[in-house]
């Protein structure tokens, strides 16, 4: 998605950009921090209703559930 889009997109509807980040977030950074460490289990919540669980699976896979939360 190239900035403009992004820009585009916050302007037309905050709470979707902020979703949309919090997602990309998990599933990049928290998941690369997650298994640099090699952890079996970690939540986060970033204290405006983002959430993410994040475990280790019996194949070594990492199972990854976010949800997001938007005040309108």
Request: charged share 40%.
């Amino acid at each position: 998605m190239s900035e403009a889009e992004k820009a585009r997109l916050e302007e037309e509807n905050p709470g979707e950009a902020k979703r949309r980040k919090w997602s990309a977030f998990v599933e990049a950074d928290v998941v690369e921090f997650f298994d640099l460490h090699e952890l079996e289990k970690m939540s986060i919540e970033d204290g405006n209703g983002n959430k993410a669980k994040l475990s280790r699976t019996k194949d070594n896979a990492v199972k990854v559930e976010h949800s997001s939360t938007v005040i309108l």
